[in-house]
Nanobody
């Protein structure tokens, strides 16, 4: 139905930057919201940032001013620019996309996750 492919994770030193990408494909009619979540070892998955079809954004307090979410509607792609990374940003980052399928039903899809490690 809907497939999400994430890329851009890796190992970076504190203070460094990474850019995550997530491309959605499949029987998509429209996309309402696209977002990024993360899960650190031993912790629950948490919202990092979300962007609606109208461009409205919401960020976790811990990343405000450092992370920027954006989307390319023509490419069904969402990005997460992460600057001034801290060790506490280390986690598996998951892409989430919600919308409508071509034949009607809503969908709520998750990517496979990409590891972000911030360490010196």
């Amino acid at each position: 139905q809907v497939q999400l492919v994430e890329s851009g994770g890796g190992l970076v030193q504190p203070g460094g930057s990474l850019r995550l990408s997530c491309v959605a494909s499949g029987s998509i009619f429209s996309i309402s919201a696209m977002g990024w979540y993360r899960q650190a070892p031993g912790k629950q998955r948490e919202l990092v940032a979300i962007i609606t079809s109208g461009g409205n954004t919401n960020y976790a307090d811990s990343v405000k001013g450092r992370f920027t979410i954006s989307r390319d509607n023509a490419k069904n792609t969402v990005y997460l620019q992460m600057n001034s990374l801290k060790p506490e940003d280390t986690a598996v980052y998951f892409c989430n996309v919600r919308g409508l399928l071509q034949y009607g039903p809503v969908f709520n899809s998750w990517g496979q996750g990409t590891q972000v490690t911030v360490s010196s």
